[in-house]
Each structure stands twice: as structure tokens, then as C-alpha cells.
T-cell receptor, first 116, second 114 residues
Framework: DSGVTQTPKHLITATGQRVTLRCSPR?????VYWYQQSLDQGLQFLIQ???????AKGNILERFSAQQFPDLHSELNLSSLELGDSALYFC???????????????FGNGTRLTVT | AQSVTQLDSHVSVSEGTPVLLRCNYSSSYSPSLFWYVQHPNKGLQLLLKYTSAATLVKGINGFEAEFKKSETSFHLTKPSAHMSDAAEYFCVVSGGTSYGKLTFGQGTILTVHP
């Protein structure tokens, strides 16, 4: 058990809809990362938050947004959903108080999003 | 800029035989390198990491990897495969940014035959 919790495990929704994915990081970890994993694109980095602030942005679409709350949990919001957004979305956390860029990531089990 | 290439998308071995998963990287900085494993319907689990200490890194479940700067490689090996090793393996490079945007390889699916 990585200590990272993601909810829900599965989500099925229709095109055009909006969903929210939730992540609770490992206790003490300040950084939260969001990744999208699809068959054709592999594992793609979306965005990182560190202690409530956005730190790095990857291949995240404008229809997607995220935030990290004071209790350090994070939410990824996906709107105007398209069929191509169907994927496994992972949250990961790293770095306790002495966070460095060499800290390994601890991944949750992911949320499988299916857009129909 | 950094990138990572996993040279084999699929590797198939028999139980009890050695495993070799190949990874080459490119980085403008002194990289940190990781191997992660993903079992079906699970998140990624860290196997091992290299962060400029010993070039031969030992990880969990009997895996190890050797950092070879001259070859820009970080191949993952295990002397004897077990059925439970069947999974997808990701080579990952990190470096050059303060807050660690990792670059993942495309993954290698390891199949272990009885």
C-alpha cells in the first residue's frame, strides 16, 4: 500500500460532462502529481502541486484543471469531456518535509475514466 | 531537456531464467533514474532508484540496475524470473528542475512463462 488514496476507482460518464477526481497524498508528502495513462500516449505528466501551489505543468489540456487544498488533498477537474479523455488517471505524491527533486513518487491505484 | 527510451515494448522469459529490460536515457543534467513496476489494475510501485551514488543499484524483489554514463543506459536485470514478476515496467528520468517533473519511458511488458 503506497499510502496514496484516489477516488473514485471507476467513473463512467458521457461526452460533454464534467468530473472531479480526488487524491489524498501519503501522510507528510507535500507534492502531488497527476498523470494520465492511455494506450496510445503512455504515461503523461499533467500537473504538479507543492504545498498548495502549482509547481510544474505538463501536457494538461485547458479543459482540465487541478488544485491542492490546505489539507494537501488534490482534485483534478476534467470538463467538456471527449471520448479521447478515457484513460487511467494517476495521482502520486512525494517528498516529506525535506522534499527534493530526487524523491521517488508514490502512486495511487488510479481512477479509470470511461467517456461514452 | 530529457528523454528516456525503453528499447523493448515486450519481453518474454521462462520462469527461472534471467530478465533484462533495457533503458537508454538522455538528459542535459546529471539525472536521477528510476524503475517502476505496474501490475494490472494497480498504481506504479518504485523498484529502485539511482541518484549519483553507487552505479549498481539494488531494488526490491531481487531486481537491480546499473547506471552506465558512457552508454547512457540504465538496464534492469534479475537473475531468475518469477511468475509474479509479470507486469509492465517503466524506466523514468528526473533532473534539471527543482520540483521533479519525471519523464517516463513507454513501458516494457514482461511476460513470464512457466
Amino acid at each position: 500500500d503506497s499510502g496514496v488514496t484516489q477516488t473514485p476507482k471507476h467513473l463512467i460518464t458521457a461526452t460533454g460532462q464534467r468530473v472531479t477526481l480526488r487524491c489524498s497524498p501519503r501522510s507528510g508528502d507535500l507534492s502531488v502529481y497527476w498523470y494520465q495513462q492511455s494506450l496510445d500516449q503512455g504515461l503523461q505528466f499533467l500537473i504538479q502541486y507543492y504545498n498548495g501551489e502549482e509547481r510544474a505543468k505538463g501536457n494538461i489540456l485547458e479543459r482540465f484543471s487541478a488544485q491542492q487544498f490546505p489539507d494537501l488533498h488534490s482534485e483534478l477537474n476534467l470538463s467538456s469531456l471527449e471520448l479521447g479523455d478515457s484513460a487511467l488517471y494517476f495521482c502520486a505524491s512525494s517528498g516529506s518535509r525535506g522534499s527534493s527533486y530526487n524523491s521517488p513518487l508514490h502512486f495511487g491505484n488510479g481512477t479509470r475514466l470511461t467517456v461514452t | 531537456a530529457q528523454s528516456v527510451t525503453q528499447l523493448d515494448s515486450h519481453v518474454s522469459v521462462s520462469e527461472g531464467t534471467p530478465v533484462l529490460l533495457r533503458c537508454n536515457y538522455s538528459s542535459s543534467y546529471s539525472p536521477s533514474l528510476f524503475w517502476y513496476v505496474q501490475h494490472p489494475n494497480k498504481g506504479l510501485q518504485l523498484l529502485l532508484k539511482y541518484t549519483s551514488a553507487a552505479t549498481l543499484v539494488k531494488g526490491i524483489n531481487g531486481f537491480e540496475a546499473e547506471f552506465k554514463k558512457s552508454e547512457t543506459s540504465f538496464h534492469l536485470t534479475k537473475p531468475s524470473a518469477h511468475m509474479s514478476d509479470a507486469a509492465e515496467y517503466f524506466c523514468v528520468v528526473s533532473g534539471g528542475t527543482s520540483y521533479g517533473k519525471l519523464t517516463f519511458g513507454q513501458g516494457t511488458i514482461l511476460t513470464v512463462h512457466p
